[in-house]
Every structure is written in structure tokens, then in C-alpha cells.
């Protein structure tokens, strides 16, 4: 099993542009979510799935949108980028057990974003 | 106030040492406690869960009071690779029925020779 994987790992954007960040996970997990972390902020949830068809919004969804088509992948939209979405981005996923997120969440490597 | 709390350190430890961090958190539906360590510039990865009667692996002892709202974790015998960012992680269960995971923004261990 490969776990999770993102991709890019890095990319520079212009303030406007828009890109996706990969998310994939051969694990069969249901629960999928994407987080940002910041200096001193810690990991803040920015949107969240708990299977193929459902999302929720997290702490700070603003500028982004996201889609769960399949089990496996979990697309990360950036629409129009701005410098405040400078980041590191983690995807991560995990198994529910009664609806109830109780088991690991495996995170991918990461995806630093610097938006200029 | 934050979902999640913890002092963000960091703790500066010789080896050989205990070491102990304290985490609170505000809503007291939360169904699960984790905590994750976290090494520099990569993804964090779950150390234990924490459950009600408190558990120990190995050298790692996590404790949960439900009653206080707060999450501990001991290190006995710290090591140098024992150096890292631990995170504290609660699940909130949202009026959506949906849950979510709130991290901590994590206390920084450092291990000296």
C-alpha cells in the first residue's frame, strides 16, 4: 500500500491563479480531510468527507472547494490564489468505526504552497 | 477560547529525563483523544490513542480526565529521538451528526545530550 499520497510537494502560484492539490489513498478509508498548518496555528481542518458524495466545510473552508467523486481521491481547489493561502498543506484518511473517527488518521507528505 | 489547548513550549529536557504536557479541550462531547507526534517538516503520525482508563506504550503513558477536560502524556527515559512537535487531538461530533478532528497546535519537546 502506497498510504496517502499528495501531490505536488511544492509549487509557487501568483496571486489569482487557481490549481488543485492531489489526494489519493489506497486504504479503503472513509474519512478523508484536508488540513493547513501555519506557524504558530497549528493543523486547522479546512474541509472534511466522510465518503464518496459528502463534504463538510472545517475551521477555514474561505477560497477553497473540494469534491469526493470516489473513495480513494480527494481533490483540494484552490480558486483564485491568494498570499494568506501561502501553507503546508496535509491530506489525511482514516477508517470510521460507528461513524465515530477512533482510528489512526494516516496523513500524507505534505504540499508546501507559496503564493506571491 | 481554543477547542483544543496546549503550552506550545518548548521543553528542554537532558536525556534520561520525565517530561509531562498538559492538554485541554472545551467541548465535553468529544468521543475520542489522540496524540500525535510530529517531526520537523513532516506529517504528523499518531503516537497513541488515549482512552478513558489511561494506557501506556512502553515509555509513553497518556491519561484522559474526562471530568477536567484534559489530556496528559509522560515520557519517562526521554531520548534524543524524542525531539519533536506532540500534538493533542480531540473528536467533535458536529450538530451535522459529521465529526471532525481539532489539533492542538502542539507542544515542542527538545532532548538534550
Known amino acids: 500500500n502506497a498510504g496517502v499520497t499528495q501531490t505536488p510537494k511544492f509549487q509557487v502560484l501568483k496571486t489569482g491563479q487557481s490549481m488543485t492539490l492531489q489526494c489519493a489513498q489506497d486504504m479503503n478509508h472513509e474519512y478523508m480531510s484536508w488540513y493547513r498548518q501555519d506557524p504558530g496555528m497549528g493543523l486547522r481542518l479546512i474541509h472534511y468527507s466522510v465518503g464518496a458524495g459528502i463534504t463538510d466545510q472545517g475551521e477555514v473552508p474561505n477560497g477553497y472547494n473540494v469534491s469526493r467523486s470516489t473513495t480513494e481521491d480527494f481533490p483540494l481547489r484552490l480558486l483564485s490564489a491568494a498570499p494568506s493561502q501561502t501553507s503546508v498543506y496535509f491530506c489525511?484518511?482514516?477508517?470510521?468505526?460507528?461513524?465515530?473517527?477512533?482510528?489512526?488518521?494516516?496523513f500524507g507528505p505534505g504540499t508546501r504552497l507559496l503564493v506571491l | 477560547r481554543k477547542e483544543v489547548e496546549q503550552d506550545p513550549g518548548p521543553f528542554n529536557v537532558p536525556e534520561g529525563a520525565t517530561v509531562a504536557f498538559n492538554c485541554t479541550y472545551s467541548n465535553s462531547a468529544s468521543q475520542s483523544f489522540f496524540w500525535y507526534r510530529q517531526d520537523c517538516r513532516k506529517e504528523p503520525k499518531l503516537l497513541m490513542s488515549?482512552?478513558?482508563s489511561g494506557n501506556e506504550d512502553g515509555r509513553f503513558t497518556a491519561q484522559l480526565n474526562r471530568a477536567s477536560q484534559y489530556i496528559s502524556l509522560l515520557i519517562r527515559d526521554s531520548k534524543l529521538s524524542d525531539s519533536a512537535t506532540y500534538l493533542c487531538v480531540v473528536n467533535n461530533v458536529r450538530n451535522t451528526g459529521f465529526q471532525k478532528l481539532v489539533f492542538g497546535t502542539g507542544t515542542r519537546l527538545l532532548v538534550s545530550p
Open positions: 489525511a484518511s482514516s477508517r470510521t468505526g460507528g461513524g465515530i473517527v477512533r482510528e489512526t488518521q494516516y
Open positions: 488515549v482512552y478513558s
